[in-house]
């Protein structure tokens, strides 16, 4: 596909305080969004860059892929 975690990122003004509504002054620390999104990418038996592992590929019956083209990971 081409996207990897460089991609995975969301508008500065999502953790800027919210200034009206029910959510009010809330803020979405930004660390803490990317933090999650680190710990999806473990969860989803991701690499760092957000590309699925060898390990991964093979669990999803996909290891001929990375025998063709290489590994996806680094």
Do not use: N
């Amino acid at each position: 596909c081409g996207f990897t975690s460089k991609e995975d990122k969301l508008p500065k003004r999502v953790f800027e305080e919210v200034p009206t509504g029910p959510q009010k002054g809330r803020i979405l620390p930004e660390g803490d969004f990317y933090e999650a999104v680190k710990a999806y990418y473990r969860y989803a038996g991701w690499d760092a860059e957000g590309r699925p592992t060898e390990e991964t590929m093979k669990r999803c019956g996909l290891e001929w892929i990375t025998e063709k083209y290489g590994k996806l990971s680094k």
